[in-house]
């Protein structure tokens, strides 16, 4: 006698998404895009980026330019200095003595002397200083392109045993001279000077 076989019908294949017989998690279907989150998060991230490359190549550009405003502040000072280094400190045609009530000259080719760039000293024997704007060159020449640019110079005297004394003493009382340059920047008319350099020296008669 023959027995019949029994077939179960053939399970067809679990589709993405869905759940077979034995109850296994649906696949979940592919998705394009990205959700507003998302988005904004990588917005937010990219335009943070973008600022800090914006402030650093700022920051950059300002260091920059004090660096070369720096540069040829010191640059104008030396131009001063390497004028006076081959002149006498006094006059060699006036009497030596204390100075007052001096007339200093006003065009740098005329100047004979570092007491010259005194300026004009009064009675108590100190100078009002001498101004260059625009600056002038060691060859006593102004420097046409610098015109945001002045040199600004004192002399005084000073004791040969005291030279970093805080204040001067009178023109034409000591052997010591003591020349202070400054030199100011200012980027238009309508702004300040700025000192960007001070260089201070002594020379002896």
């Known amino acids: 006698m023959?027995?019949?076989?029994?077939h179960t019908p053939a399970t067809?294949?679990?589709?993405?998404?869905?759940?077979?017989v034995v109850g296994a998690p649906r696949l979940r279907a592919h998705r394009d895009g990205f959700t507003l989150i998302e988005a904004a998060l990588t917005t937010v991230i990219i335009g943070t980026a973008v600022l800090a490359i914006v402030a650093a190549q700022q920051a950059y550009h300002q260091q920059n330019g004090w660096a070369q405003r720096s540069a040829t502040a010191q640059l104008l000072a030396n131009e001063i200095r390497e004028l006076t280094l081959t002149m006498p400190v006094y006059d060699p045609f006036e009497e030596r003595g204390p100075i007052t009530n001096r007339t200093a000259p006003t065009d740098p080719a005329s100047?004979?002397?570092?007491?010259?760039f005194a300026g004009d000293v009064a009675g108590d024997g100190f100078g009002t200083g001498t101004e260059f704007a625009p600056p002038i060159n060691a060859?006593?020449?102004?420097?046409?392109?610098?015109?945001?640019?002045?040199?600004?110079?004192?002399?005084?005297?000073?004791?040969?045993?005291?030279?970093?004394?805080?204040?001067?003493?009178?023109?034409?009382?000591?052997?010591?001279v003591r020349v202070i340059v400054r030199v100011e920047y200012r980027m238009n008319d309508t702004q300040d000077w700025e000192v960007m350099t001070r260089l201070t020296w002594v020379v002896g008669a």
Request: cysteine-free; proline content about 9%; overall charge negative.
């Open 2 to 6: 023959q027995t019949r076989e029994r």
């Open 12 to 20: 067809p294949a679990a589709m993405p998404g869905t759940r077979d």
């Open 139 to 176: 060859l006593r020449l102004p420097i046409p392109d610098l015109t945001q640019w002045r040199q600004i110079v004192d002399v005084e005297n000073v004791q040969h045993d005291n030279i970093a004394a805080e204040n001067g003493l009178p023109l034409g009382t000591t052997a010591m």
């Open 111 to 116: 100047f004979r002397s570092v007491i010259d």
